[in-house]
């Protein structure tokens, strides 16, 4: 099984769990440092980015190569899709939008960095100083949002 990334959860207390963005496998979830896991649904789905949004229930987002963003409030027994009109797209990058709790930021590969707010119902373009709309990865650091392309990089900082 390839992996494409794997992702801490930072709401754990004294277990951590790790979750694993696959390629063509969907996601897992491993309770015990990686000895065994458990997959948590989208199986078939290239998984990009993950994101765990704090609240209870909780949130899991999980960006995808050609199918968009899919929410689960159910620990991934269920999973939605919440792409609005940006349906059949990659997903490339999705995490917490600082200084903004109630949004995530998500990459959408050859479209930029848009603000994902209302569960998903809105996606409104955040593009201005980026060099190019081909995003691939999103990061945040010291309060700022860093847009990640293929030999370049951008920081937005509110």
């Not at 979830?29 to 199986?43: K, N, Q």
């Not at 929410?71 to 600082?98: F, H, K, Q, V």
């Not at 409104?124 to 847009?147: F, R």
């Amino acid at each position: 099984m390839e992996v494409f990334r794997v992702y801490l959860d930072p709401f754990g207390r004294l277990q951590k769990r790790v979750f694993s963005c696959t390629y063509g496998n969907g996601l897992y979830s491993s309770d015990d440092f990686a000895s065994s896991w458990v997959p948590r649904g989208l199986a078939g789905q290239r998984i990009y980015d993950f994101v765990i949004a704090d609240g209870n229930p909780q949130r899991w987002y999980a960006a995808t190569e050609n199918n968009g963003l899919f929410r689960s409030s159910s620990y991934g027994s269920n999973w939605n899709s919440i792409m609005a009109d940006l349906r059949l797209t990659a997903i490339t990058g999705l995490t917490e939008l600082p200084g903004d709790p109630e949004a995530l930021a998500g990459a959408v590969y050859g479209q930029g960095v848009f603000r994902v707010s209302d569960s998903g119902v809105n996606w409104d373009p955040m593009n201005e100083g980026l060099t190019s709309l081909d995003v691939v990865s999103l990061t945040v650091a010291d309060e700022k949002l860093y847009a990640i392309g293929r030999g370049w990089m951008s920081v937005w900082n509110g």
